[in-house]
């Protein structure tokens, strides 16, 4: 696989969500849990969401219970999200980040970060316009810290 383009997720609906629906966008791929201390950051994703969605930024959630800190429910799941935060950018029914049962996406991101394991919830990837990995960023970085290269990645004229 060459770029994220080439994955496809699941919504909470259930609706099919194919990534090469986000062509020619900057992506954010975060790995998300409810209960987790630094679920703060979802406001702070939808804050950047609600600023630079206009302009071609996507933000896509992918719960993940790995780390024992996510809600049992997808309606749970995305009701807490939406009601607590203010989420409206899309999330997926929830998915693994590590070991045998990897989500695709997860493994390829990992892989081409040139980084393993993930090592908590709110690990962020950010993706240009040509579907390929910028950064990966720590779970402790705030999202507003990454501002400056999702600026530079959606108005930069490569």
């Not at 206009?54 to 896509?60: F, R």
């Not at 939406?82 to 990992?110: I, S, W």
Request: overall charge negative; proline content about 5%; hydrophobic content about 30%.
């Amino acid at each position: 696989m060459s770029s994220i383009y080439d994955f496809t997720e699941t919504e909470m609906s259930g609706q099919s969500l194919p990534l090469s629906e986000y062509k020619d966008k900057v992506v954010i791929v975060v790995n998300t849990a409810s209960k987790c201390g630094l679920a703060g950051q979802l406001e702070d994703l939808e804050s950047l969401y609600k600023k630079y969605h206009q302009d071609g930024l996507e933000i896509l959630g992918l719960p993940s219970n790995q780390f024992k800190q996510e809600l049992s429910g997808d309606k749970e799941i995305s009701e807490y999200c939406q009601m607590h935060y203010g989420v409206t950018f899309p999330m997926t029914k929830p998915v693994k980040v590590n070991g045998d049962d990897t989500n695709p996406l997860f493994a390829y991101l990992k892989e081409e970060s040139g980084h393993g394991r993930i090592k908590w919830n709110y690990t962020k990837f950010l993706i240009g316009r040509d579907g390929q990995l910028i950064k990966r960023y720590a779970p402790i970085t705030k999202p507003e810290k990454m501002e400056p290269e999702i600026v530079e990645a959606l108005y930069s004229e490569d």
